[in-house]
C-alpha cells in the first residue's frame, strides 16, 4: 500500500489549500484516516481524522477552518485549509491505520506567508 500525497503550496495568510491523498492497492478494515502535520524543530501532531464510522475530528487549533473528507471511490482523502494562518506552515502527512497496520504518505509542504 502506497500513499500520495499532493497540494502543498505557498499560500498567503487567509488563503485556502486543498490536500489530496491517494491511496494505491488494497486497504482493508481501515480503522482511521488522518492527516498530521510537522514544523520546522517540532514534533509531528496529529490535524484530522475520518473515523472507521465516519466521524470527524480536529485539532482545537484548526476547527472551523479545516475539514477531512473521503472521496466517494474509498482510496482518496482530503484536507480543505481554508483561513490559513502562518501557524499552519509545516508538512502535511496523510496516514491510514487499520486493524493490522499503517500507512503514511510522503508528505506535502504547506507554507502560509503573512
Known amino acids: 500500500v502506497q500513499l500520495q500525497a499532493s497540494g502543498g503550496g505557498l499560500v498567503q495568510a487567509g488563503g485556502s489549500l486543498r490536500l489530496s491523498c491517494v491511496f494505491s492497492?488494497?486497504?482493508?478494515?481501515?480503522?482511521?484516516m488522518n492527516w498530521y502535520r510537522q514544523a520546522p524543530g517540532k514534533q509531528r501532531d496529529l490535524v484530522a481524522t475520518?473515523?472507521?464510522?465516519?466521524?470527524?475530528i480536529y485539532a482545537d487549533s484548526v476547527k472551523g477552518r479545516f475539514t477531512i473528507s473521503r472521496g466517494s471511490g474509498d482510496n482518496t482523502m482530503y484536507l480543505q485549509m481554508n483561513s490559513l494562518k502562518p501557524e499552519d506552515t509545516a508538512v502535511y502527512y496523510c496516514n491510514v491505520v487499520t486493524v493490522v497496520s499503517q500507512y503514511w504518505g510522503q508528505g506535502t509542504l504547506v507554507t502560509v506567508s503573512s
Open positions: 492497492g488494497s486497504v482493508f478494515s481501515i480503522k482511521s
Open positions: 475520518i473515523t472507521g464510522f465516519g466521524g470527524k
